[in-house]
């Protein structure tokens, strides 16, 4: 049995599908359903059991597990509820986390590239006390996933027992199908093709900084599927599993770069308006990402990524497609 909370979100309901397909589970997702379509993206898939986050640690005593892959979270960039975020961000993912380690279940955990704040630290996924110390995230979902980091190396640096796998994993910019539910923390790809589809003129955040030009932020867009396919990889790999990794396509993008090859799936010429970013936001804005893959590499993941145009066809394909869900 392996759990996945956050399952029937969009990285989490892609991991159902692949965990589907390949035989593995039973499968049981931990996640809030609410109202809206979030149903839809589990609605192709066989699950044991969907278990609220509230009732997960009364659930867990006693279920075999194999395995614990943990994407549940507020990932908003946007969240001002600290308390929340740090319930559902921190103290969940810490409950996990013990619970592992007492019954030497493997887990995988999602960490993110917010951690890195503005990138003037680097993108380095070591995993030491000192290197994370270094690292000033920009918001407050970046800093909920920053903590947890610090306290995993902090107990692995300090000789305290882990579970047998523990490797968190700092997403990118991850896009692909399965995104409806998100809203406006959907993916620029799920925001361009609506637009297109309405007609209407694509809009993108004008530069503040004078290095970059305007639509030229760049971002490590990574498709959903390289990211589901390392994470089995990591699962069945587990002796090569390092503490933490980036996990990226390993090339920065510009959004004209995203935009024209959404247009391009569409079988459409984009010209984008700039708009003014919000002054609320712009002080913790990251104008360049680019995923360091070294470690992932050294860890025997040697799949080329998913090139950007390559990604947003397939994805634009499914949008399109009579039944959008993957």
């Known amino acids: 049995m392996i759990l996945v909370t956050g399952g029937a979100g969009f990285?989490?309901?892609n991991i159902?599908?692949?965990?589907?397909?390949?035989?593995?589970?039973?499968?049981?997702v931990s996640d809030l359903l609410r109202q809206g379509n979030k149903w839809q993206n589990l609605r192709k898939r066989q699950i044991a059991d969907i278990v609220p986050p509230e009732e997960l640690a009364a659930w867990l005593p006693g279920k075999p597990l194999e395995a614990v892959i943990h994407l549940g979270a507020n990932s908003a960039t946007t969240a001002s509820d600290g308390d929340e975020v740090m319930r559902r961000n921190f103290r969940c993912s810490l409950m996990l986390l013990d619970w592992c380690t007492e019954h030497s279940v493997p887990f995988?955990?999602?960490?993110?590239?917010?951690?890195?704040?503005?990138?003037?630290?680097g993108y380095d996924d070591a995993a030491a006390t000192t290197s994370l110390a270094q690292l000033r995230p920009l918001n407050l979902y970046g800093w909920s996933k920053h903590l947890f980091d610090q306290v995993v190396a902090a107990r692995r640096e300090a000789g305290q027992a882990l579970p047998p796998l523990c490797c968190g994993l700092k997403f990118f910019n991850v896009y692909g199908p399965n995104e409806q539910h998100k809203g406006p923390m959907r993916s620029v790809v799920h925001k361009v093709f609506e637009t297109l589809s309405r007609g209407e003129t694509v809009e993108l955040f004008r530069s503040h900084?004078?290095?970059y030009a305007d639509g030229e932020q760049l971002r490590d867009f990574v498709f959903v599927e390289d990211v589901?396919?390392?994470?089995?990889?990591?699962?069945?790999?587990?002796?090569?599993?390092?503490?933490?990794?980036?996990?990226?396509?390993?090339?920065a993008r510009s959004w004209l770069d995203l935009v024209r090859a959404v247009g391009a799936a569409m079988g459409q010429e984009v010209t984008p308006r700039f708009i003014d970013m919000p002054a609320s936001i712009r002080d913790k804005y990251q104008y360049h990402t680019l995923a360091d893959l070294s470690r992932l590499?050294?860890?025997?993941?040697?799949?080329?990524?998913?090139?950007?145009?390559e990604g947003v066809a397939k994805t634009v394909a499914i949008l399109a497609s009579a039944d959008p869900f993957r």
Do not use: C, F, H, K
């Not at 995988?108 to 630290?121: E, K, P, W």
């Open 11 to 13: 990285i989490g309901s």
């Open 16 to 28: 159902v599908a692949a965990l589907n397909e390949a035989r593995r589970g039973p499968v049981v």
């Open 108 to 121: 995988l955990y999602a960490s993110s590239a917010a951690t890195y704040g503005d990138g003037g630290q």
């Open 209 to 211: 900084r004078p290095d």
């Open 228 to 251: 589901v396919a390392i994470l089995l990889y990591l699962l069945d790999e587990p002796v090569s599993a390092p503490p933490l990794l980036n996990i990226g396509a390993g090339q």
């Open 297 to 309: 590499r050294q860890a025997g993941w040697n799949a080329p990524m998913t090139s950007l145009e």
